[in-house]
């Protein structure tokens, strides 16, 4: 008994990759991936809310310069602190009518032998890198259910989740609990047209990166790297406006892995 199908259906993929009418939500939305992101976005018609911390405040007027005035805003947010991102989502829903996609792109990283990181420092790792990515999913989260549209969840986790590097036993940590927050994030939300996904690049060519991995160091973990290369941030910020657009509708839960194939020893 043979089954027929009907060759022509489709789902209705937008191969431009268009972001008309989107609003998407950036954490950390001045860093470097944070800005090719942007950029991107911008480029496939996107309104863009950026978060950024008090310390960048000098960067702020500067940075928004660059961008369509009517298309871009920014509020400072420690997204650490549920009170702050909670009031900050709700006003950028005011300016803009709606969240499409949340971008949690705001991170830090230091690194220290395990037997000396302090608690203090450990705390910071996973309160930047884990905690505020679930505060802000859980407040952007509320909004697309309530909506009742779906949406586009995006976290920024790392290679440094997935393998182990030295000196990043508290990054690490965090980043892994990023990814397994992710899957269980599309697991609940799945079903209401949201999903959740991570992307976990290598060291990435932002000032940050190219300064951390400079000299010796750097050429030595290149050799590791299959590609022998960094990744740069319009690689990453790619694959971010791949995930928001309609394109990933059928992408739930993965971890997208841009990091030249270093995972794969």
Request: hydrophobic content about 45%; charged content about 20%; proline content about 3%.
């Amino acid at each position: 008994m043979s089954t027929s199908y009907d060759m022509s259906l489709k789902h209705g993929v937008d191969l431009d990759f268009s972001m008309a009418g989107k609003v998407v939500l950036v954490t950390g939305g001045l860093g470097g991936i944070a800005t090719a992101t942007n950029e991107a976005l911008i480029s496939k018609g996107a309104s863009i809310a950026i978060l950024y911390p008090e310390f960048e405040q000098d960067r702020v007027t500067d940075s928004l310069a660059e961008y369509p005035q009517n298309s871009v805003k920014a509020w400072c947010c420690d997204v650490t602190d549920e009170t702050q991102v909670n009031a900050c989502v709700e006003q950028v829903i005011e300016h803009f009518g709606a969240i499409d996609v949340l971008v949690n792109a705001a991170g830090t990283i230091t690194l220290t032998p395990a037997k000396d990181i302090p608690l203090e420092e450990w705390r910071r790792q996973i309160d930047v890198c884990l905690t505020a990515p679930f505060l802000c999913s859980k407040a952007v989260g509320r909004h697309m259910l309530q909506r009742g549209k779906g949406g586009k969840i995006i976290n920024i986790a790392s290679q440094a989740a997935s393998v182990a590097i030295d000196h990043h036993c508290a990054y690490t940590s965090a980043k892994a609990g990023l990814i397994g927050m992710t899957k269980s994030l599309a697991k609940e939300w799945g079903p209401h047209g949201i999903n959740v996904n991570s992307i976990s690049p290598t060291v990435v060519l932002t000032p940050m990166g190219a300064a951390a991995w400079a000299g010796e160091k750097g050429e030595q973990m290149k050799t590791m790297i299959p590609m022998g290369r960094f990744a740069y941030t319009d690689e990453i910020a790619a694959s971010i406006l791949f995930l928001a657009s309609n394109a990933s509708d059928m992408i739930n839960g993965a971890d997208m892995m841009i990091d030249g194939g270093y995972t794969i020893w």
